[in-house]
């Protein structure tokens, strides 16, 4: 008899906690998020992780939000958020032809930089230096750097943008493109999970580009109103300088 009343007990509280995570989970809204393809350390696509993800939890988990990642190249994903197809687009930039109603503060900061082999002793001090060498940038490069970029990948001797940026460094460690251009974080990332299966020689960064300021773009503007509120919060907590730390990001200013 104690053990049946046991049993029932159990039962009764394994059905109250699943009935307590259905009610916390039915209190959330989902909203749809576009995400460019893997970008590590900012968007790790196959654990659906990454700073730029988990930073954006963290902002929208307060407004009641959780979200729906839906991964597509960057520049369907501008579009995607411009139709009303989804809800927010990630990494979204003032030059993309997007509304600037739809934008909302910067939340997040990248250092572009060159990168070239050491070995090949390339003299690049300046961005329109880069147009003397291939080069190989990520996708949308020639519209988020600016009109020297632009002009100067209009005139280099061979230039492409890839949405997979791991193929970029690949591409510099093996000889086929002399510059690459991408973030700095992007570039450490991969080049040291590149380090881990051969050997790589040397290569040298050069740091031509100003710091490359991105938004989250939204179909709502209240919810970009919201957004911004709670992104001005939780980059005053210690939660977002150990979530930076987590990811060994430097210190940046988003005032």
């Avoid at 009764?12 to 995570?21: N, S």
């Avoid at 929208?60 to 960057?74: F, K």
């Avoid at 900061?109 to 190989?136: H, Q, T």
């Amino acid at each position: 008899m104690h053990k049946l009343i046991s049993l029932s007990i159990a039962s009764f509280l394994t059905l109250l906690l699943i009935g307590a995570k259905a009610s916390v989970a039915a209190d959330f809204k989902i909203v749809d998020v576009a995400v460019g393809w893997a970008k590590p350390p900012y968007i790790d696509q196959d654990n659906n992780s990454g700073f730029e993800v988990e930073l954006v939890e963290n902002i929208m988990a307060p407004l009641g939000y959780r979200i729906n990642l839906i991964y597509v190249p960057y520049g369907r994903s501008q579009r995607m958020v411009q139709n009303g197809e989804v809800d927010m687009m990630l990494t979204a930039h003032d030059r993309l032809m997007l509304d600037p109603i739809m934008l909302s503060d910067k939340y997040i900061v990248y250092e572009n930089v060159a990168v070239s082999l050491k070995r090949n002793n390339l003299k690049i001090e300046k961005i329109e230096d880069l147009k003397r060498y291939s080069l190989v940038a990520f996708q949308n490069a020639s519209l988020v750097l600016g009109k020297r970029f632009k002009h100067t990948s209009q005139n280099s001797k061979n230039y492409i943008e890839l949405p997979e940026q791991e193929n970029q460094v690949e591409m510099l460690f093996k000889g086929k493109t002399q510059v690459i251009v991408l973030d700095i974080n992007i570039f450490t990332h991969f080049q040291q999970a590149l380090s881990d299966i051969r050997e790589q020689e040397a290569y040298t960064v050069h740091h031509i580009f100003p710091e490359n300021q991105y938004k989250v773009a939204f179909k709502d503007p209240d919810l970009k109103l919201e957004f911004n509120r709670s992104l001005a919060q939780f980059i005053q907590t210690d939660a977002y300088h150990a979530l930076r730390k987590k990811y060994s990001l430097a210190p940046q200013n988003l005032d």
